[in-house]
């Protein structure tokens, strides 16, 4: 956003807020693919170790259940560095880095766009003077999560149960594979727009939290930059 408005031409501060987001969730998919791989690899060896024992599901995570069973995940992971290391071994290097990879560029695109455009109004606002330098970066910063989740969680849904899959080496895909549209529709056709935003009271309560630290913590760094950039 720095460099857009020093080298653009743009004279909106939304639009700019807009490419930077946009940026900003297209490079970082390529580091969240993976992480997010091993992470949902872990969490649904765990859930599919329950299943069987009739535990309820609570979290934001639960569409997988049915691909969990599908996909059959008999290796116990230990650790992440061993999941990853197993998902390299059984499914190959391009596994690990881009299966999911392109959902995982729908979502975040979006996501971020939301997030920078929410948090700039929202800085720039009436409101931001009347709540001051401390309470507004904590309450806008919440509202940005909100604002980034809420329109993109339903995409984050399919995103998991893409990834939750296995696949075979040299990217070749199982019988039982099922692509982002056909998990859309099964996810439709079993519950509905509401199955679509199961789990999303306890994301928006960390994201809320998560990006209220957030933007506090950024804004008090840049009250201590700005006073030395302007004098330098």
Known sequence: FLWLEKNSTIES????????????????????????????????????????????HKKDDDNYDDACTS???????????????LIVKNEGWRALFFHGLGITIIREIPSFAFYFVAYGVLARSAMADMLGGH??????GAMAGWAMWIPTYPIDIVKTIVQVQTVEKKGKKKKDFMN?????????????????????????????????????????????????????
């Not at 309470?135 to 806008?140: G, I, K, S």
């Not at 679509?196 to 008090?220: C, M, N, Q, S």
Request: charged share 15%; net charge positive.
């Open 135 to 140: 309470v507004a970066p904590l309450l806008f």
């Open 13 to 56: 501060n939304l639009i700019k807020m807009a490419i930077a987001g946009t940026l900003a969730g297209l490079l970082s998919s390529f580091v969240v693919s993976p992480v997010e791989l091993v992470k949902i690899r872990m969490q649904a060896q765990n859930k599919h170790g329950s299943s069987t024992s009739g535990t309820n």
């Open 180 to 232: 982002s549209s056909q998990i859309t529709a099964k996810i439709y056709r079993t519950g509905g727009i509401r199955a679509f935003f199961d789990g999303l009271e306890p994301k928006l309560a960390r994201a809320a939290i998560k990006h209220a630290v957030t933007f506090w913590v950024y804004e008090v760094l840049m009250g201590f930059l700005r006073p030395r950039s302007n004098h330098g």
């Open 71 to 85: 996909s059959s995940l008999p290796l116990v992971y230990n650790n992440e560095f061993e999941c990853a290391k």
